[in-house]
C-alpha cells in the first residue's frame, strides 16, 4: 500500500472508500480490483487494497463501500466557457469567425455579472456532476464565473480575459490589465480558485497586449491560455498581419512557455510542434468543438510523438452543445484512428491521463492533482458499474474511453469534500437556477431586452 506521512501511526482519518475498481492514472500503474483510498484533511493518505486499508477504515470518520465501482481522480478540463450556458443551441452550423460574430453579437445584450454567474453556476454544475473536479476556463467577466465555483465547490483556473476590441459589459481595452491584476491579488493562494490570464487569441488581441498579459502571468507565476491556431482562416489572417504563421508568431511574441496552454492547435506544421515541445507548451485539445465548427482534427498522434503535453477540453457548450469530457475522451481516442486509417493509433490509457494528469500538469499542479496517490488532494470521482454497458470490464481504461459515460458519475469529491451524492450537488440547489435559466433564455429567444 502507498502511504503518506505518519497516518498509518494513529493520525484522524476523515474517509476511506472500500470496494472500488481502482483506477489511479498513474503512469503504468496496475488497477486494483477491490481495494479505495484514505483521505485525511482534504489528501490522500493511503492507496490500497480493501485488506491494506482494513485498519485505516477502522478508525476512519466515514467508510464508502463503492460496491464495485470505478474509483478514479477527478477529470480536468483544460478548456472551457462555463458561462456560456445561456446561449446553448442558439448559434449553429456556422463556421469559426462568423459563428464567432453571431455569438458575440448576442452576447453584447445578454452578458451581464448576473448573467454571467448564472451561466457559470449551471455549466459548472453540469461538470461537477459529470466527474470534472478541476477545470481551466476563459470568460469576459471571469469574477462571477470564479464565485460560482467557489459557491459550488470545484476547482478552477480562470483569471482575466483580454481583447482589444470593445468588450462585452462596456469593458475597454485599457481595463483587462488592472482587472487581471485585481483578480490576482484577491485570488492568491486560494485552495480553488489557480489565478491566470486568459486573452482571447492572437487575431484579437495585438502583441503588446498578448505581451502584457503573459508578464502578468509570469509575475505572479499563473497560467497564461489562449486560442490558437484554431482554423485555417486563423492562420491566413495571421500570416497576411505579422508575416508569420500563428504558433511561430507566439513564439516572436514571447508566449510560448511551461507556463502556457494554448487550446485547440488544429492547424499546425511540423515546424511549429517543434516550437510547442521544445517550449514545454500545452495543447488544450477540444475535439468536438473542432468538429462541430467544421474546424478540422488536430494532429494529436504527432504532437504526442513530439514530447507535447496535450490535455483535454470541451469548448463552450454553444460549440458543444453539452460540456462532456467523455465524449471529448471517446473522440480524442478514435479520431486520430479513422483519420489516419490506423487503430493502433491513442491508446484508452493516454486518452485517460489526457484527461487526468496531462490536465493537471496544464495547470501547474502536477505534482498536487491528476492521480490517485498519496500526498496528492483528494480530488475522486466513483463510476458506477452496474450498467448494461459495464459488464464485464476486462480492462479499465479501455472501459472509461471507450463504453463509460457522464451518467455513470454518482459521486464526486473536490479536496475530500463531497460535492456530488448520488447524482445529486450537495453544495447548492440547483432547480431554482434552471428555472431562472429557462426564464433568461425565452428573452434572449425573443430579443427582449434585460
Ligand atoms: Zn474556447
Same mark, same amino acid.
Request: aromatic share 4%.
Given at each position: 500500500m502507498a502511504v503518506h506521512g505518519d497516518m498509518l501511526a494513529g493520525g484522524p482519518i476523515d474517509l476511506v472508500v472500500r470496494g472500488a475498481a481502482v483506477f489511479t492514472a498513474v503512469a503504468g500503474a496496475p488497477t486494483l480490483a477491490s481495494g479505495g483510498i484514505a483521505v485525511s484533511d482534504g489528501r490522500i493518505v493511503a492507496v490500497g487494497t480493501d485488506a491494506e486499508l482494513a485498519g485505516l477504515a477502522a478508525r476512519?470518520?466515514?467508510?464508502?463501500?463503492?460496491d464495485g465501482a470505478i474509483l478514479m481522480? /477527478?477529470?480536468? $478540463?483544460?478548456?472551457?466557457?462555463?458561462?456560456?450556458t445561456q446561449?446553448?443551441?442558439?448559434v449553429e452550423n456556422l463556421s469559426l469567425e462568423p459563428w464567432l460574430q453571431a455569438v458575440w453579437e448576442v452576447e453584447q445584450h445578454y452578458v451581464t455579472p448576473e448573467t454571467t454567474y448564472l451561466g457559470a453556476l449551471i455549466g459548472l454544475s453540469e461538470l461537477l456532476l459529470s466527474g470534472v473536479t478541476t477545470v481551466m476556463d476563459m470568460f469576459w467577466l471571469c469574477e462571477p464565473t470564479a464565485e460560482a465555483a467557489v459557491d459550488l465547490g470545484i476547482r478552477i483556473s480562470t483569471g482575466s480575459w483580454f481583447f482589444d476590441g470593445p468588450g462585452m459589459c462596456g469593458i475597454r481595452p485599457e481595463e483587462w490589465i488592472g482587472r487581471a491584476e485585481a483578480f490576482?491579488?484577491?485570488?492568491?493562494?486560494?485552495?480553488?480558485?489557480i489565478p491566470g490570464t486568459f486573452p482571447h487569441a492572437s487575431y484579437t488581441? /495585438?502583441?503588446? $497586449?498578448?505581451k502584457a498579459a503573459f508578464a502578468l502571468a509570469e509575475r505572479h507565476d499563473g497560467r497564461f491560455s489562449t486560442h490558437?491556431?484554431?482554423?485555417?482562416a486563423e492562420q491566413r489572417i495571421i500570416t497576411e498581419r505579422y508575416g508569420a504563421s500563428v504558433i511561430r508568431h507566439m513564439e516572436r511574441t514571447g508566449l510560448l512557455s511551461e507556463r502556457t496552454v494554448?487550446?485547440?492547435c488544429v492547424h499546425l506544421d511540423d515546424g511549429e510542434i517543434d516550437l510547442l515541445a521544445k517550449s514545454g507548451t500545452t495543447v488544450a485539445h477540444n475535439p468536438v468543438s473542432n468538429l462541430k465548427l467544421g474546424s478540422g482534427v488536430a494532429r494529436i498522434p504527432d504532437l504526442v510523438a513530439a514530447g507535447v503535453t496535450v490535455a483535454l477540453g470541451t469548448d463552450s457548450c454553444i460549440s458543444g452543445n453539452d460540456i462532456d469530457m467523455w465524449l471529448s475522451m471517446r473522440l480524442a481516442a478514435l479520431l486520430p484512428k479513422g483519420v489516419h486509417e490506423d487503430p493502433t493509433l491513442i491508446r484508452p490509457a493516454e486518452v485517460v491521463a489526457m484527461a487526468?494528469?496531462?490536465?493537471?500538469?496544464?495547470?501547474g499542479l502536477g505534482d498536487r492533482l491528476g492521480t490517485l496517490e498519496a500526498g496528492k488532494i483528494a480530488d475522486f470521482i466513483l463510476v458506477s458499474s452496474r450498467a448494461a454497458h459495464a459488464v464485464p470490464i476486462y480492462d479499465l481504461a479501455t472501459h472509461l474511453v471507450y463504453a463509460a459515460g457522464k451518467g455513470d458519475v454518482t459521486d464526486v469529491f473536490v479536496a475530500g469534500r463531497q460535492v456530488v451524492k448520488d447524482r445529486r450537488i450537495t453544495t447548492i440547489d440547483l432547480a431554482p437556477r434552471l428555472d431562472a435559466m429557462r426564464e433568461l433564455g425565452a428573452k434572449i429567444a425573443t430579443r427582449t431586452p434585460l
Open positions: 476512519a470518520g466515514r467508510v464508502i463501500d463503492a481522480p /477527478g477529470l480536468i $478540463n483544460a478548456h472551457c466557457h462555463a458561462a456560456c446561449h446553448r443551441g442558439l490576482f491579488e484577491r485570488y492568491d493562494g486560494h485552495e480553488l480558485v488581441v /495585438g502583441p503588446d $497586449n498578448l490558437a491556431a484554431e482554423t485555417r494554448l487550446a485547440h487526468t494528469r496531462n490536465g493537471a500538469a496544464a495547470l
